[in-house]
């Protein structure tokens, strides 16, 4: 047995395959697209902020919040064209730990 094992595209899209795994499709467009939104930024960007350009823990940041969240939304968009381009390879539930498992294998899946 080897830790890095890994499965094919084909066996993955095979075992999602299967009616008894399948999930009922039942989400719209809206509703993906703010899963995603939310799933992508999260909470931590609005908590980073207040906390930067209150000064709390030192003095305020001042412009430097508007570029970092600039580069934030840049990162987050590159992340989110990742996501999507996963989600077309093999489509079936998993998310991440699917991505990784046909990819690098058991062990860092």
Do not use: N, W
């Not at 799933?39 to 350009?53: D, E, R």
């Not at 539930?93 to 058991?106: D, I, K, M, N, V």
């Amino acid at each position: 047995m080897s830790l890095f094992r890994r499965k094919s595209i084909q066996e993955v899209l095979a075992e999602g395959a299967s009616e008894e795994h399948s999930l009922k499709k039942t989400l719209t467009v809206y509703d993906l697209v703010a899963l995603g939104i939310g799933a992508i930024i999260g909470a931590g960007i609005f908590a980073t902020l207040g906390s930067a350009t209150s000064g709390a823990s030192g003095a305020p940041a001042g412009p430097g919040v508007v570029v970092s969240i600039l580069i934030t939304g840049i990162a987050c968009g590159f992340c989110a064209l990742c996501y999507a381009e996963f989600a077309s390879m093999v489509p079936v539930a998993g998310s991440a730990y699917t991505y990784t498992y046909a990819t690098l294998g058991e062990l860092p899946a």
